[in-house]
Structure formats: C-alpha cells, structure tokens
C-alpha cells in the first residue's frame, strides 16, 4: 500500500519521505477509529484507503499545481481531497467545508493529530455564503453533486483567472457535455479533461476549468431552486 502511494507521489515529484508516509498511515488510523462513532466512509480496508481515497485524491495534481494556492473543498466529508491536500502542500491554506456539522469533530481532531497548521473549516451548506465570494484560487470536490451543480455552487467563489476541479468517476464524461451548456452562465472555461486510473483498474476523470469572468451576484441561488433546474 504505502509502496503504491509513494510511487504515485514520486511520479508527480511531490513528498514521499517518512515523515509524509507516517502522516497518510495515521490518517488510515484514524478514520478505522472514528467511522464507528461518525459515518465517514464505507471504505474501511486499508489497501482500498489508500487506492479509492489517498490516491484518488493525489490524482488531480497532475491536472493542477496546488502549491501556494488558497483552496476550498467543498463538501469534504472525512476530508477528501481537502486533508490529503494539505498533507501535500504545506504552503497551501484549505478550507474544508461541510454542511454536516459533527464531522468537523472528526476533521478537526484529525487537523489536530496530524500537526496541520494550514487548514481552516467552514459549517454549513456553500450556497447560505458562509464564505467569501471571490475569495479562493481553486475550488475542488469529490462527489459532491452533478457537474452543472457544483460549478454554480463552486464558481461564485474563485478568483478570476482562478480553478474549479471536479473528481469524477466513469460517468464524467457525460456530465461535461451537459454542464458545457452552462459554462457562460457562470464565468467559466473547460480547460482540461484528465482520464486516470487507480492502481486496482477503476476509471477516474478530473474535469478542470478556468473562471474567465465574474459569476453573476444572482448565484449560488437557493439549493431548492438548483435541484429544481438540474433534476
């Protein structure tokens, strides 16, 4: 397992020493500890740990260098991609945002046991503006919803000339052509489409755009009225 990380992690020149593995071998710990008291994951066998999470959640840097960059993940869950992204890139500052509240006991003893200091939380659901507008060089998410959704959610909240990174799975493709319908409603680009695979063969696809412009004011609107639209 830890073999097939830090190859991974070498490949795209990022941290593989001990100090890296040790952190990514407690993370594993930790959600084996907490998922009993807190529904984190399903995913509780440490080799799928470290395929469908860890190394999931490295993938996208081949598609975008989050050194330095101030991130937000929306909809992080037990911290996906958002803490392996900052065990990654220390330079970096992640918010890691969730509109279900007792997981941030999780998330933040995890920030705590794993001595992160550039991570910072946010409780609540994205679209209520329980952070900044414009305030963030990239926003990401894993499985937070369809691809037209989460580029409303996300977009209002990215910099101009800043990212929005999907992880999806198999199905991404099709997502992409019915979110291209939207991408001038929102100040947005494709910019890349990235196919990978896990080590275990299960396709990966990291969507990436570009905000060119401003989101209007008018979005995020209520969540009631996105599901109402993309049904």
Partial sequence: MEKELRSVLLGLGLSSDEETLAKFSLYASLLKEWNPKINLTSILEDEEIYQKHFIDCILPAKTFDFAGKSILDIG??????????????????????DAT???F??????VARLGLNNVSFAI????????RKEGFDVAISRGFASLPIFLEVAAPFVKIGGAILAMKGARGEEEIQIASHYESRYGVRLKTMSEEALPSGDKRINVLYQKNNKTPQKYPRSW?????EFK
């Fill in 76 to 97: 992080s869950g037990g911290g996906f991609p958002g803490l392996v992204l900052a065990i990654l890139y220390p330079t970096s500052q992640i918010t890691l945002l």
């Fill in 101 to 103: 509240a007792k997981k």
């Fill in 105 to 110: 006991i999780f998330l933040k003893e995890a």
């Fill in 124 to 131: 609540g659901r994205i679209e209520d503006g329980i952070v």
């Fill in 224 to 228: 009631g009225l996105i599901k109402k």
